[in-house]
C-alpha cells in the first residue's frame, strides 16, 4: 500500500456481525460484540496510516425493525463502547462526531454521545463519525425540511438554494464527501447509507464479515481505491 495517494475520507458499512455470530452457534449479539472489537482496531489502524476522516454506519433508520432484544443489545454496546473509548479517543487525538437523527435515541446513549463530542471536539488527527440512526434519505428529508423553514422566515431564497447549499445542511457538513466506501460481509447494496455524499465515491465489497475485517483487509481496500481511475465526469 502506497502511503501517498490516501483516501481522504473512508466511510465503511459495517455489516455481516449476526452471520459471524451465527456461523459460530452463538447469539447474534455476540456478533456485535465483537464488531464493537473490531471498531476498535478499525479506528487505530486509520489514524495510523493518517485518514483523516473515518464514517462508521453502526445503526440504521431501518434498523429499528429488529428484534427489541437485539435493538437493546445496541444501544448497549454503544452507550458502554463510547464511555470505554473515551479516554483512548481523547489520549489519540480523535475527534468524534455523530449522524443521525438523535430524537429517538435512549436518552443513556445520548449522554455518552454528548460527553463524547465535547470532549474531542478540539482533536484533528483523525476525524471519527459514527451514523447511528442514519440514513440518506433521512438526512437529505431533514435538510429539506430545514432549508424549505428558512425559505418561509426569507432567510434563503429558492434560487439560491445549490449543491454547497444543500451539502452544509447535512448531518455530514463537516466531511469532506467519501473517496471510499467499504461494505464488509458480500452485499452489493448501500442499504440507505450515504445517498447524496456518495455521488462521486469509488466502492469496495468484500465478502469478510465486519469482525473479520482486520487491518490488512483495510489496507487491501486502499490500495484497490488507490488502483481506480477517478474521473468525476472528466477525462
Ligand atoms: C451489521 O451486522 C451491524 C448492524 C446492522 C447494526 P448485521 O447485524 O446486519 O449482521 P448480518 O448482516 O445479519 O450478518
Ligand atoms: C446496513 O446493514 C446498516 C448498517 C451496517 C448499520 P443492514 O444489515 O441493516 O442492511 P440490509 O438490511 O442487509 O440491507
Ligand atoms: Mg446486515
Redesign the pocket.
Known sequence: MESNNLPIHIAI????N?RWAQARGLPRIYGHQEGKQNVKRIVKHAANLGIKYLSL????T??WKRPKEEVDGLMEILRVGLQEERPEFIREGIRVVFFGDRTRLPREVLKEMELTESLTSSNSRLHLAF?IN?SGRDDILRATKKISQKVVEGKVKVDDIDNELISQELDTRDFPDPDLII?T?G?L?I???YLWQSAYSEFYFTPVL?PDFDEKELESAIEAYQSRKRRFGGI
Open positions: 458499512i459495517m455489516d455481516g449476526g454506519f453502526a445503526f440504521s431501518e434498523n451514523a442514519y461494505r460481509s452485499e447494496r442499504s440507505n447509507f465486519w
